[in-house]
Nanobody, 123 residues
Framework: QPLFVESGGGLVQSGGSLSLSCVAS????????IGWYRRAPGKAHEEVSC????????YYAPSVKGRFTISRDNNKETVYLQMNSLKPEDSAVYYC????????????????WGQGTQVTVSS
């Protein structure tokens, strides 16, 4: 499965926007569904959004639907997450990973996690 380096996080006020990106390394990026996940302190990884290998299908968690947009560029081996209308409850470390069990499902037990990028939304 590909490994990712995430970037684009930061501190933003409630209602603001951030654009995250993650660049893959490893093999066969275009073969995988890719998810954006987040992890708040003391909580498990939560899938925020996911995009199919060919980019034709997407999934959004109900909490972010209508505010976040996922996209991918298989030529650049990069996945993007545009986050608008951010809320304090969106604060977490955000990660990219292969959605080994499929979009809309929890991350698999052998999912490989990168460093992530911190998103902090102030009220």
């Amino acid at each position: 499965q590909p490994l990712f380096v995430e970037s684009g996080g930061g501190l933003v006020q409630s209602g603001g926007s951030l654009s995250l990106s993650c660049v893959a390394s490893g093999v066969a990026f275009s073969h995988y569904h890719i998810g954006w996940y987040r992890r708040a302190p003391g909580k498990a990884h939560e899938e925020v959004s996911c995009i199919a290998a060919n980019g034709a299908g997407t999934y959004y968690a109900p909490s972010v639907k209508g505010r976040f947009t996922i996209s991918r560029d298989n030529n650049k081996e990069t996945v993007y997450l545009q986050m608008n209308s951010l809320k304090p409850e969106d604060s977490a470390v955000y990660y990219c990973a292969a959605a080994l069990l499929g979009c809309g499902l929890p991350p698999g037990p052998v999912t490989k996690w990168g460093q992530g990028t911190q998103v902090t939304v102030s009220s």
